[in-house]
């Protein structure tokens, strides 16, 4: 399941995505549903209230291991208007629960950086890791673990977990159904953003 957070576009414009209320289906939902329901409504929470201070750490840590693709990316921000409060660059994020992809690379102008935000102690240590397949490489994920990627030149993805395979069909639900699964939070520059701020700000 993923959620978009922060600055996104579409049909050429960028738009800042809203949280929903929380909201039940059913008429009479098991404790642990409206538990989980109401767990990823505080998680969205918190990311849309912290998202410039947020946005500032993911770009201070790139600043501190990798200058010069820090400065790459500070560079495409202020090309594009694309600057929070605190002067950072304004990320678009994607909160994913129980995320399972294959290999693939991604249109992004800038690096990507990666975020476990929560990993249950009940997970083995197999399941939602990152994957770059042309290295051959498998990163063992941990909570709070930090990554970084070029996702428009790296194929990349993850390996399987729980939750994804035995129910395939329903990954919108996955939040609402009763099993744990790793919350992680990506962030970069994707190009329809970069090219609808352009728009949107000089245009």
Request: hydrophobic letters at 35%.
């Amino acid at each position: 399941m993923v959620k978009a957070a922060g600055i996104h576009s579409t049909g050429g414009h960028t738009y800042h995505s809203q949280i929903r209320k929380k909201t039940n289906h059913s008429k009479n939902p098991r404790d642990e549903t409206v538990k989980k329901i109401q767990d990823q409504h505080q998680i969205r929470c918190q990311l849309k209230d912290q998202e410039p201070l947020i946005q500032m750490g993911d770009f201070e840590f790139l600043l501190g291991i990798l200058p010069h693709l820090a400065l790459q990316q500070f560079k495409k921000a202020c090309a594009c208007g694309l600057l929070n409060i605190l002067g950072r660059p304004k990320t678009s994020s994607f909160a994913t629960f129980a995320y399972c992809a294959g290999s693939h690379l991604d249109y992004d102008e800038s690096i990507t950086h990666g975020w476990v935000v929560k990993r249950p102690s009940t997970l083995d240590c197999f399941q939602s890791n990152f994957v770059y397949p042309g290295l051959r490489v498998i990163v063992e994920l941990a909570e709070d673990a930090h990554w970084i990627w070029h996702a428009d030149v790296d194929d990349h993805g993850t390996t399987a977990n729980a939750l994804a395979v035995q129910n395939p069909q329903h990954w919108k639900q996955y939040a609402t159904l009763d099993s744990d699964a790793q919350w992680t939070l990506v962030s970069t520059i994707p190009s329809a953003v970069a090219d609808a701020a352009v728009h949107d700000n000089f245009y």
